[in-house]
């Protein structure tokens, strides 16, 4: 007697859909198959898709910026991602100027992180990082995570990496995961709000590339939020080159900051023109994982001073992230939203719908459609308000359990995923 029997769904699997059912065990997928098996219970998912659940590589939960909080703490953020079908989301601890640092920065994050519903897992972040890359690496690792993060600007505030740092860095055997801004092209002053694209201007994302080109070494490198077409065009088709975007950056444009209400689209590296967007759009084939950079802020905070640089930067959305992505690309967004993240950030068991691997998943139906309203348990507003979205995501579940079923989100706590891989348990085979 099995635990849990998917009926009737078309079930996607190894990149196809299979009109299969789902036998679940416990936290597992324990086999598919075209016969009815005896389990305690049975779900029939007629006329839905059974979507792999999806992992959010780069979500800011209650990030302290020091002058404001980001307004969605692990649980709030969390129960946004499930109604999105996110079943693991990937945050990043607080940067650290010294290895010695980081069991304390994780040993915090992970406290926090506790209330998460959905699992979760952590990249490293380096400031202005001072100490020694290779004890640091070790440290990452056995911590049970394979990313490290740094940036290329915010130089005012010390986070900036230093060459040195970064080249030892992308020499390592990790994910180095870059914000790329060149610095010096950056102006952290800026006061106006409907031209701030300006201040960080798309040369500054594109030198950034081209000197992280340069320097790319043993590793694998991973660019955070490419926020242009052209970003995508210099990285696409290399060797141990991550791209990943962000569903902003194909859907808006720096016009938004213009008006009354441009205060709530500030975020970093900016929205870029129009014709930056069509190229992005254009490449999407090139982006290999979705981010969302969920990092909300409320209304009135965004709203609050007309000054571009004393506003919180950031966004949410994370519930719609699918939805917009899928509406626009289709069933291509599924692995860059799943596989491709667990993959390369070594998730196992996560990211694909294979026998031995977590009953990670969500019920879609592709025929609904969603509107995207204000968010009412995270910020209260979203950029997207408004907008008629292709399908709707009915169920979401984590680990054999609905975490978010037909709209109720259930009691679960979610846990901290390592990074490790053992190809062979994921295999999937259709019985
Ligand atoms: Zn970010």
Same mark, same amino acid.
């Given at each position: ?329 289709? @069933?291509?967004?599924? %692995?860059?939203?799943?596989?491709? $993240?667990? +993959?390369?950030?070594? #998730? =196992? /068991? ?22 995207? @309203?204000?968010?009412? %348990?995270?910020?209260?507003?979203? $950029?997207? +308000?408004?907008?008629? #979205? =292709? /399908? ?38 259709? #019985?």
């Amino acid at each position: 007697m099995h635990d849990l029997l998917l009926t009737g769904g078309r079930v996607y699997v190894d990149g196809r859909f299979e009109d299969i059912n789902i036998v679940i065990d416990g936290e597992t997928i324990t086999a598919f198959t075209r016969e009815t098996k005896e389990a305690k219970k049975k779900l029939d998912c007629h006329g839905l898709m059974i979507l792999p659940g999806l992992i959010d590589p780069h979500v800011h939960m209650e990030l302290d910026l020091g002058f404001a909080t980001s307004c969605d703490d692990f649980y709030k953020g969390s129960v946004a991602a499930v109604r999105g079908g996110v079943t693991t989301l990937i945050d990043f601890l607080a940067p650290i100027e010294n290895e010695t640092e980081i069991t304390a920065a994780f040993d915090s994050r992970l406290n926090l992180a506790k209330e998460c519903v959905t699992d979760y897992a952590m990249h490293a972040t380096l400031g202005n990082f001072k100490g020694d890359v290779v004890r640091l690496i070790e440290s990452v690792k056995q911590l049970g995570m394979n990313s490290v993060k740094v940036f290329t600007t915010y130089s005012e505030s010390n986070r900036m990496v230093s060459d040195q740092v970064l080249t030892q860095l992308l020499d390592q055997e990790i994910v180095t995961m870059v914000h790329a801004e060149d610095d010096r092209l950056v102006d952290s002053e800026w006061q106006e709000i409907a031209t701030y694209e300006s201040s960080r201007p798309l040369d500054a994302e594109l030198s950034a590339l081209k000197n992280l080109l340069l320097k790319q070494g043993r590793g694998t490198l991973y660019v955070v939020h490419v926020s242009s077409g052209s970003g995508v065009k210099l990285l696409a088709g290399r060797d141990r080159v991550v791209i990943e975007s962000c569903p902003h950056y194909f859907y808006l444009t720096k016009d938004s900051f213009k008006g009354e209400y441009g205060g709530l689209y500030l975020l970093a590296p900016p929205l870029r023109n129009n014709a930056e967007r069509e190229k992005l759009n254009k490449a999407i084939e090139n982006v290999y994982t979705i981010g969302t950079d969920h990092c909300p802020f409320t209304k009135s905070e965004k709203l609050e001073t007309r000054s571009a640089k004393s506003i919180p930067k950031g966004i949410g959305s994370i519930q719609y992230s699918f939805l917009l992505m899928y509406d626009r690309f289709g @069933e291509q967004v599924i %692995e860059k939203m799943s596989r491709h $993240v667990a +993959e390369v950030f070594r #998730l =196992k /068991g996560k990211g694909k719908l294979a026998e031995g691997c977590d009953a990670d998943l969500f019920l879609f139906d592709p025929l609904g459609e969603t509107l995207v @309203e204000s968010d009412v %348990e995270t910020e209260d507003y979203s $950029v997207y +308000e408004g907008m008629k #979205l =292709k /399908g709707r995501i009915v169920s979401t579940m984590l680990r054999g359990k609905f975490v978010m079923e037909a709209g109720k989100i259930a009691e679960t706590s979610g846990r901290y995923i390592r990074s490790e891989c053992d190809e062979g348990a994921c295999s999937s085979t259709i #019985l």
